[in-house]
């Protein structure tokens, strides 16, 4: 059956429109902070987004509420949109003090080489992306040069990407057609979990749990000295598991172990579902470990922070056990949460800083991901949990009489054959698919990168963006190929979809144009 392109073409529409919202939003951010160049940069975005999101939403406002396969093709066309015309205001920003049009009340900086890059559309659309879905990767080259605009800017859109920009639409907008069709849209963007009957009483009660815990990280990084802006960034994209920082080093600027150590629990509060915050803070304290998943993630954290520390220790790479403890704690929860805050450099580039064991361990944490339902992207350990149980189970199989009856248990979830058949399936599709779309990554980074690169920083840098990750070995950046900007662009696309939609899209694409044959 084709996709009805009409439905796709007015929730796609009412996407745009609702993020169109976080432009308006910006402006009085712009004018706290005397910025008063980036106003018209933030005004023009919003209305180029608002007319084509209101002009897709009208023509076809008629349109059939979305089945599954329409609500999979709206996600993918949508988070590609929405990537692509939020780099409008990096590019507007740039561009405007790039001409400096104002008089001098305007505070226009002078430009430099930071800045600059936005001039490119490439970059501004490669930043965008990586905020939007929570990679954290930049094309900045000294983030504390860039004006504060630009900081709000990258924030605010990891912040909303890391719930979901149809969770924001379903919030505001509660698109017309019913619960059905807002619950379908929903669940498209990588989501299942229901705190409530209703999908707009669920939604905004994430909205509420996720506000709750970025209000609670701001005061947590006040409390241990982070300066006010450098918290309400920081704790904005550390819940949202984003990782964009307002400094080149990330949170290794500080220099304070205090400041590391505070940080890991926002990352491991941003791992756990919302379902589960939303027990936990109704007095339901048992689901830190009665809950699969959030066991999971704390012995997963627990094991994997371990097991780099030991591999930092013994390749002697820092001067006291305590401070290889804290990096390789810091580094293997940021890559595990899909943070991508750093407190070590971990490449640089042609120059290898952390050995290929412990540079292949973090890329095992950032495959992984943590819990289905939180802010994270990767595999999620669910599907991880489903792959072995599964596997295991399946083997067992084989020794069993055909008639036997059989189930698989997966936490309190007793699955019949049918069930756990169709559970470990769709786990295994999404696992090759997801080291298809890496293995196509690192093969086009080979191909236009300098030789010098040794293969796992590339590996892990194509990891980082389709896990939506940010931590980088010295690869990414301003002066990599645009060919490698592209590629890790639909990596990071990819990964925060976690495949299935893409896939769904190009399917249809395929078959709309008759390219079958």
Not at 293 to 314: D, E, N, P, Y
Not at 318 to 323: K, N, Q, V
């Amino acid at each position: 059956m084709r996709v009805d392109t009409h439905t796709v073409g007015r929730d796609v529409g009412r996407i745009v429109q609702a993020v169109s919202l976080m432009m308006v939003v910006s402006v009085p951010v712009a004018v706290a902070n005397a910025e008063f160049f980036a106003v018209p940069a933030f005004l023009a975005s919003a209305a180029v987004m608002a007319g084509i999101g209101t002009a897709l939403a009208r023509r076809y406002r008629d349109a059939a509420p979305p089945e599954k396969r329409e609500a999979m093709v709206t996600a993918a066309t949508a988070w590609f949109v929405i990537g692509v015309l939020g780099g409008l205001p990096f590019l507007l920003i740039a561009w405007t003090i790039q001409i400096d049009p104002f008089p001098a009340w305007a505070n226009t900086p002078p430009m430099d080489d930071t800045t600059t890059v936005f001039l490119h559309p490439l970059d501004s659309v490669f930043e965008s992306m990586s905020g939007f879905t929570g990679t954290g990767l930049t094309m900045a080259a000294v983030e504390d040069k860039l004006p504060r605009s630009i900081h709000w800017w990258r924030s605010f859109i990891e912040w909303v990407g890391g719930v979901g920009v149809i969770v924001l639409t379903v919030a505001i907008l509660r698109r017309g057609g019913g619960s059905s069709g807002s619950y379908t849209l929903y669940e498209s963007e990588a989501r299942s979990e229901k705190i409530h009957p209703s999908i707009v009483t669920t939604v905004r009660e994430i909205w509420k749990i996720f506000v709750g815990l970025t209000l609670g990280s701001i005061l947590l990084f006040l409390l241990v000295g982070m300066p006010l802006w450098d918290a309400v960034n920081h704790a904005m994209t550390g819940i949202a598991t984003g990782g964009f920082s307002v400094h080149g080093a990330s949170i290794g600027h500080y220099n304070s172990p205090l400041i590391e150590y505070a940080v890991v629990p926002v990352m491991v509060a941003g791992s756990i579902a919302f379902p589960v915050h939303y027990l936990i803070f109704r007095g339901e304290l048992r689901n830190f470990y009665a809950d699969l998943q959030t066991r999971w993630v704390f012995i997963w954290f627990t094991v994997g922070s371990l097991a780099l520390t030991a591999v930092l220790f013994a390749d002697g790479q820092y001067d006291t056990l305590e401070e290889t403890f804290r990096v390789g704690l810091f580094q293997f929860v940021s890559a595990t949460s899909n943070t991508g805050f750093g407190s070590a450099t971990i490449g640089g580039g042609t120059e290898p800083v952390w050995s290929a064991g412990a540079t292949l361990l973090a890329c095992l944490g950032m495959l992984t991901g943590a819990a289905a339902g939180s802010t994270v992207s990767g595999l999620k350990l669910i599907r991880v949990i489903t792959l072995v149980r599964g596997t295991v189970w399946q083997i067992r199989n084989i020794f069993y009489p055909p008639d036997a009856i059989r189930y698989l248990q997966i936490g309190e979830r007793r699955l019949s054959e049918a069930q756990a058949n169709r559970e470990y399936t769709e786990a295994t599709v999404v696992f090759v698919l997801w080291i298809t779309f890496l293995a196509i990554g690192v093969a086009v980074l080979l191909r236009v990168l300098s030789p010098a690169h040794p293969l796992e920083y590339v590996v892990f840098d194509v990891m980082s963006a389709q896990s939506n990750v940010g931590l980088d070995s010295g690869i990414t950046g301003p002066t990599m190929p645009d060919a490698a900007k592209a590629m890790l662009i639909v990596n990071m696309w990819v990964g925060r979809l976690e495949i299935i939609p893409v896939a769904v899209l190009l399917g249809a694409a395929l078959r709309r144009f008759d390219l079958y044959r």
